[in-house]
């Protein structure tokens, strides 16, 4: 089915780990972003894209990287995990700016002990 | 910057009974508004938004939202509540003067009694 896709969906690290979470659509969507979710705080953006080889931080972005290739993929990478990014990561994609509505994958929950 | 202020934590209410669920925003430019549902253990799903036109826009599973202006808000509503709709509802925002990030809220759960 289309869709976003993330992987993995539960994921633990020791603190100082590094990691990359993976995030790939089939919708050809021009826009991707990596939100967090913490309770009581929502949703806080990390990073996102525009376009392939089109990156730009957003409300959160220390301690982790991106990159876009390719249209399809947008992965997130942990430089060095802390217990503070234990959440639950969530990739989303969509045409148009988000216009349209945002398509999200099932998220990935990461605990860094 | 833009932001989003979803003032209730949690919203309860009986089925049947209309439900409001509370949203204000913050942009420089116009806004561009919408709502995303979340049930348990699942990502985000679209439900409705407002670009221009009509203060009153309607979505997915009855519900529709009035946008308005002057009081910066936009309010999720739905005049007969389901026990289906209990769920996690988050506002979200971006600035259509240009800006490529869309904001959310932090979330009010909407706990609907039978």
């Known amino acids: 089915n289309a869709g976003v896709t993330q992987t993995p969906k539960f994921q633990v690290l020791k603190t100082g780990q590094s990691m990359t979470l993976q995030c790939a659509q089939d919708m050809n969507h021009e826009y991707m972003s990596w939100y967090r979710q913490d309770p009581g705080m929502g949703l806080r953006l990390i990073h996102y894209s525009v376009g392939a080889g089109i990156t730009d931080q957003g409300e959160v972005p220390n301690g982790y990287n991106v990159s876009r290739s390719t249209t399809e993929d947008f992965p997130l990478r942990l430089l060095s995990a802390a217990p503070s990014q234990t959440s639950v990561y969530f990739c989303?994609?969509?045409?148009?700016?988000?216009?349209?509505?945002?398509?999200f994958g099932s998220g990935t929950r990461l605990t860094v002990v | 910057a833009q932001s989003v202020a979803q003032p209730e934590d949690q919203v309860n209410v009986a089925e049947g009974n209309p439900l409001t669920v509370k949203c204000t925003y913050s942009?420089?430019?116009?806004?561009?508004l919408f709502w995303y549902v979340q049930y348990p253990n699942r990502g985000l799903q679209f439900l409705l938004k407002y670009i221009t036109g009509d203060n009153l826009v309607k979505g997915s599973y009855g519900f529709e939202a009035e946008f308005n202006k002057s009081q910066t808000s936009f309010h999720l509503k739905k005049p007969s509540a389901l026990v289906s709709d209990s769920a996690l509802y988050f506002c979200a925002v971006r600035d259509g003067a240009g800006g490529f990030k869309t904001i959310f809220g932090a979330g009010t759960r909407l706990f609907v009694k039978a």
């Open positions: 942009v420089s430019g116009n806004p561009y």
């Open positions: 989303a994609s969509s045409s148009d700016r988000g216009n349209y509505g945002y398509t």
